[in-house]
């Protein structure tokens, strides 16, 4: 599956993939989409520093035609330590690609990637206690799920429950070569 797809930056043709994030409710799916936002943010954002920050990353999950399908991305997280020590991870699909595997193979990318060029010790990722997706990929690739967060995420009128899901750098079983 890695073979298929890769991650890289986003460019100038990717802009309308962002704001189809903003302003169409079915490109994030069920348990991303918590109502229309700033469709001129990404672009903002992309124009400031390409999506590639200390404190938050995103980059374009491509198929080797080099059609967007997704959104990989990672924040830093303190919990405690230094910046760059902790970072939260997610990822969302465009619905006309997932239930194939992209989700999974995606984050075991993403994962490798952030234990290879970072200094990050703990990886963390949160997701709708009723995604079950998410959990099996996130489970797939090593993720040990820590806890629920009660009420947390207000979307489609009602407060939701996040599970959340942790990863430390050597309990990593993802091959770093």
Do not use: K
């Not at 969302?92 to 997932?98: D, I, V, Y």
């Not at 239930?99 to 952030?114: D, E, F, I, K, N």
């Amino acid at each position: 599956m890695h073979d298929s797809l890769a991650l890289r930056p986003f460019v100038l043709a990717d802009l309308r993939f962002l704001e189809r994030l903003d302003t169409d409710p079915d490109a994030l799916g069920p348990y991303e989409w918590a109502g229309f936002t700033d469709a001129g943010a990404r672009r903002r954002r992309w124009e400031t520093d390409g999506y590639i920050g200390t404190q938050s990353t995103a980059l374009a999950v491509v198929r080797p035609d080099d059609t967007v399908i997704g959104i990989a991305s990672w924040e830093a997280r303190t919990r405690g330590g230094p910046i760059g020590g902790c970072y939260e991870i997610g990822l969302a699909l465009l619905p006309e690609h997932r239930g194939r595997g992209y989700g999974t193979a995606a984050q075991s990318m993403l994962v490798q990637y952030l234990l290879r060029y970072t200094t990050a010790n703990r990886l963390e990722a949160q997701t709708d206690a009723e995604n079950l997706a998410e959990q099996t990929a996130l489970e797939r690739i090593g993720f040990r799920r820590e806890g629920l967060l009660r009420g947390v995420r207000f979307r489609h009128g009602i407060w939701r429950d996040m599970v959340i899901y942790g990863l430390l750098r050597d309990e990593a079983t993802i091959s770093l070569e």
